[in-house]
């Protein structure tokens, strides 16, 4: 007795790439074409798939062992083109020749609704920049990444985010051995201030004016055509940083390497490498264990900012005016107007933040009085801020200090003017809930999950915490306190590291 054929497979259902490359048609030395190197056993750890679903992919054809040879680099997926990018940078402000030393650009994924995304493997293998490294990357500050990208992105800060993390099989060789890693991000585009450095570096006019085109026409397509381009490109730029500057100060964000690499053109925060999150309110925190002058630290980023977009305009000097002296005071004036910028984004959100109507001259003056209260205090920065929409919060220390309560009638004073809705105690706490967050990544719970990650392989409390980050507004009912509260009194400094 013959028997019976088996039924044929049903076909892989599609993955619903849809590749282009538009960075690739600029001048031949802003990239280089790049195969990633194949790795010994890819395994799919974290896999985003509403992120999936909002690029047009489809998370059932991903989420297999072929999406994690793709999301690894061992397969490359339908209309790939991979290549690396070229870029300089200012680091702790000193200029470096740099480029994709382990990362390489798959291609731009087209959105059902018209988007173009960046679609980039981080941790791929060594390339023509790697500068002696290996081009790998370590589980754990990958897994960093993953977190703290999409609780941003859950906080509605402008970021490139996180599609998948893929665990290598191999170790890479730091201080000592560790899992490997590669990461999938997504972002608006991988252009930033050092692009522009390196194309002036070359010292090649067509260079720099067809990276000016691009961006503008990537970024900012609805720039008016008789404006300069690069003036055009440098406001553009300089309203974007400054915006999302407001956004980190809101939460407590140290980036905590603001170099000029770092920087994006587009205006989303990029590189998670020695990130973290304010406690207890200290306007000189820095986290960063390389940053031992506290270059970068919380109050400073905004200078920083400027100091980068210094560096920018440095770039485009050719760009804006024929004549260097103008050009230069062509700069100058939209570098100093950058101080209005973040200014007022800064005062619009302490008026947010502290449910205040309207605007008046002293309301950013009230808001620094409750910060230096905080200072002085060491009261936590997250919980202080949501404890002002709640009546009963207000009742638990420290708020029993007659300071706080000196400032708090002042704070009602001006909040409670009578015609605006936000002089009626709940709305006010609503619309103040809606700009202080009662979630943040508190830095000792990513450690407690990247821990049990990298060292016990068990990836439950990421997900939990992820879960748990997804609605830092309005937190899911019944979560744990502890994700709600600061790290204990005694914990030790919290130090970060690049993990390069």
């Not at 589980?139 to 893929?166: D, F, K, N, Q, W």
């Not at 100058?332 to 302490?350: G, M, S, V």
Request: net charge negative; with cysteine.
């Amino acid at each position: 007795m013959t028997a019976s054929p088996l039924p044929p497979s049903p076909p892989a259902p599609e993955a619903g790439w849809k590749l282009e490359h538009s960075y690739a048609s600029l001048p031949a030395p802003l990239h280089r074409p790049w195969e990633p190197t194949p790795v010994e056993a890819p395994s799919l750890l974290v896999f985003n798939r509403t992120l999936a679903c909002s690029l047009g992919l489809n998370p059932e054809a991903l989420d297999s062992p072929e999406g994690a040879a793709i999301f690894a680099g061992n397969l490359l997926p339908p209309g790939a083109s991979p290549l690396v990018q070229a870029y300089a940078g200012h680091q702790f402000g000193h200029l470096s020749i740099l480029g994709d030393g382990r990362a390489l650009l798959l291609g731009e994924q087209i959105t059902p609704g018209g988007t173009r995304f960046d679609i980039q493997l981080k941790g791929s293998g060594p390339t023509p920049f790697s500068r002696g490294g290996d081009g790998r990357a370590a589980l754990g500050p990958m897994l960093r990444e993953y977190l703290i990208s999409e609780a941003m992105h859950a906080l509605g800060i402008p970021t490139t985010r996180s599609l998948a993390v893929v665990a290598t099989g191999q170790p890479v060789f730091r201080n000592e051995p560790l899992a490997g890693a590669v990461l999938t991000r997504v972002a608006a585009s991988h252009l930033r201030i050092g692009t522009f450095e390196w194309a002036a570096a070359k010292g090649e006019r067509p260079l720099l004016e067809a990276l000016t085109t691009y961006a503008l026409q990537r970024h900012y397509p609805s720039v008016p055509p008789q404006e300069t381009p690069a003036l055009a490109l440098l406001r553009a730029v300089a309203e974007a940083q400054a915006s999302l500057l407001a956004r980190w100060m809101q939460v407590g964000f140290v980036h905590g390497v603001m170099n000029t690499d770092n920087a994006a053109i587009s205006g989303e925060t990029i590189d998670y490498g020695p990130c973290a999150f304010i406690d207890r309110y200290d306007p000189q925190a820095t986290f960063s264990s390389i940053d031992r002058s506290g270059r970068y630290a919380f109050a400073h980023q905004p200078f920083i900012a400027q100091w980068n977009l210094a560096r920018f305009a440095e770039a485009l000097l050719p760009l804006l005016h024929s004549e260097e002296k103008h050009a230069i005071e062509l700069a100058n004036a939209q570098l100093q107007h950058f101080h209005t910028q973040f200014d007022t984004h800064w005062a619009d959100t302490l008026r947010a933040k502290l449910g205040l109507p309207g605007a008046e001259p002293d309301d950013t003056a009230l808001a620094q009085e409750l910060l230096d209260w905080m200072a002085a205090t060491h009261a936590d920065y997250t919980r202080t801020f949501r404890a002002l929409s709640s009546e009963e919060a207000l009742l638990q220390p420290p708020f029993e200090d007659p300071a706080f309560h000196a400032w708090h009638a002042r704070w009602l004073s001006r909040r409670n003017r009578p015609g605006h809705p936000s002089h009626i105690p709940e709305i006010a706490a609503q619309q103040m809930r809606r700009h202080n967050p009662a979630l943040i990544p508190r830095n000792h719970l990513v450690e407690e999950a990247l821990t049990a990650a990298t060292e016990n392989d068990q990836l439950a409390p990421l997900h939990q915490l992820l879960e748990v980050l997804a609605s830092p507004w309005d937190p899911l009912p019944g979560i744990p306190p502890r994700y709600l509260e600061p790290a204990p009194a005694d914990a030790p400094p919290y130090r970060t590291f690049c993990g390069t």
